[in-house]
């Protein structure tokens, strides 16, 4: 179960006008948003290792068949 607090002084929780600039920016904040969530965009045949895994599995089945 969370536990909460209860804010008991009577201090001001406004933003300073730094932390208001930094949001601001909604095509930095977007960007950054979208580079985290979605997926990269290479394909599989251009990143080495997955060619590199691609073609091993290829020449397996490949010398699977000649050999039968």
Known sequence: MRKFTRNI???SLQPTEEQIK?????SRIHHDY???????KKPLYRDPKALIFIVLVAV???LLFLES
């Open 9 to 11: 002084d009577n201090k």
């Open 22 to 26: 930094r949001q601001k920016d909604f």
């Open 34 to 40: 979208e580079k985290l969530t979605k997926r990269g």
């Open 60 to 62: 397996i089945i490949l």
